[in-house]
Structures are given as structure tokens and as C-alpha cells.
């Protein structure tokens, strides 16, 4: 079974400044895409970048980014210019490819990231 | 309009109740999730369904039955509440062969 772990359950940044979030998954599988969520207060679930593991590139939207190491299983999300509605919780999730398993989301713990004004 | 629609948004009910959480969507998608959030934890996968016909069971189905009523809805039940189902439940959806996954605005369901 598929495991995802971040283990840093809180960060802070100052507003404008850059962080970055880890995320480790543990897989036998070669083809599968990871995802970063964010939860805001509002409690809302929102897609924040995708990575589809056979694309070398790492993924980017915006102000986000990732650093995909295949090897290493590692899919850290970085925020550049951080912005005071960026304070939420983020979470790391990790789908197969193979839609035998249900097309079911695997997810992190969770890192609740504090932007300071 | 929002596309993933959760109803309610927030329920108290008392334990041994009969309670359905219901999901509607006007993305066109074939495929709905119901995941349960706990507190400080990440979510997990209750009941899944590829279309109106196909209903699987995920990783923690015990204490819920579902129904796909339709494309666009998928209604989650607890026959019998009790306390430990107290949590955030979503419901999310994604089309073949796409993988990414859309969720609802959630219900924060508490259970006395």
C-alpha cells in the first residue's frame, strides 16, 4: 500500500518570502501523480499543482512550484512571494495510475503553514 | 454556481440517528468519492463510484452504505451514528481518464 508522509506538521513565513513544504511518498508502483491541496479556514479542499510522474519537468502554477525527485520519492512544494492567503493547511496526496485501485487519493498529514504579515 | 454542492453543510445529531449526507455536481463527471476528514488528519476514502452501476467500498466502509442516484449525485448514509463518526466528510468527483479530483465544500458532522 501506498504511504505519504510530510513531516513538518506546521511552518511559518514572513509574507513575501519563500517556503517550502516536504512531502515523501513510499510506492512500488512507476506511474502515478501526486497532488498539493490546500485547506484554508474555510475548510474547502482546493487543487493547488499536479505532477504526473512520468513528466521529467517539474509542475508550476503561478507563485507555486514543486521539486518532483522520482528517486527519492520526494514531491516538495515551494511558494515564492508568500501572501497572507496562503495561510492554510496543505496537504500532499499521491493517486496510481493503475485505476484498479479506485482512482482513490492517498493522503499526508497535513502542514499547516502560518504566513506572518 | 459551485460545482460539487454538499448538503448540509453542518449537522448535529444524536447517537443511533439515521443520517444522509448528499452530494450533487454539475461538472459532468462520471466518477464521485466520499472521504471522511478527522482532525489534524488527512482524508480518507469511505466509498467511491465509477458510474450509477459501480460502487466500491474504500478503505474504512464500516458504519456506511451509499447510493448513486444519479450521474450527478451520490448520497452517503450512517445507518446507526455513533461518536467516532464525528468528523468532516467530502465529497469529491473526476472524470476517466483524468485523475484529478474536485471537491465539495464539505459537512462538519457531529454525532452526541
Known amino acids: 500500500a501506498q504511504t505519504v508522509t510530510q513531516s513538518q506538521p506546521e511552518m511559518s513565513v514572513q509574507e513575501a518570502e519563500t517556503v517550502t513544504l516536504s512531502c515523501t511518498y513510499d510506492?512500488?508502483?512507476?506511474?502515478?501523480?501526486l497532488f498539493w491541496y490546500k485547506q484554508p479556514p474555510s475548510r474547502q479542499m482546493i487543487l493547488v499543482i499536479r505532477q504526473e510522474a512520468y513528466k521529467q519537468q517539474n509542475a508550476t502554477e503561478n507563485r507555486f512550484s514543486v521539486n518532483f525527485q522520482k528517486a527519492a520519492k520526494s514531491f516538495s512544494l515551494k511558494i515564492s512571494d508568500s501572501q497572507l492567503g496562503d495561510a492554510a493547511m496543505y496537504f500532499c496526496?499521491?493517486?496510481?495510475?493503475?485505476?484498479?485501485?479506485?482512482?482513490?487519493?492517498?493522503f499526508g498529514e497535513g502542514t499547516q503553514l502560518t504566513v506572518n504579515p | 454556481d459551485a460545482d460539487v454542492t454538499q448538503t448540509p453543510r453542518n449537522r448535529i445529531t444524536k447517537t443511533g440517528k439515521r443520517i444522509m449526507l448528499e452530494c450533487s455536481q454539475t461538472k459532468g463527471h462520471d466518477r464521485m468519492y466520499w472521504y471522511r476528514q478527522d482532525p489534524g488528519l488527512g482524508l480518507q476514502l469511505i466509498y467511491y463510484s465509477f458510474d450509477v452501476k459501480d460502487i466500491n467500498k474504500g478503505e474504512i466502509s464500516d458504519g456506511y452504505s451509499v447510493s448513486r442516484q444519479a450521474q450527478a449525485k451520490f448520497s452517503l448514509s450512517l445507518e446507526s451514528a455513533i461518536p467516532n463518526q464525528t468528523a468532516l466528510y467530502f465529497c469529491a468527483t473526476s472524470w476517466f481518464p483524468r485523475d484529478t479530483q474536485y471537491f465539495g465544500p464539505g459537512t462538519r458532522l457531529t454525532v452526541l
Open positions: 496526496a499521491y493517486r496510481s495510475a493503475c485505476d484498479s485501485s479506485g482512482s482513490r487519493l492517498t
Open positions: 510506492t512500488s508502483e512507476s506511474d502515478y501523480y
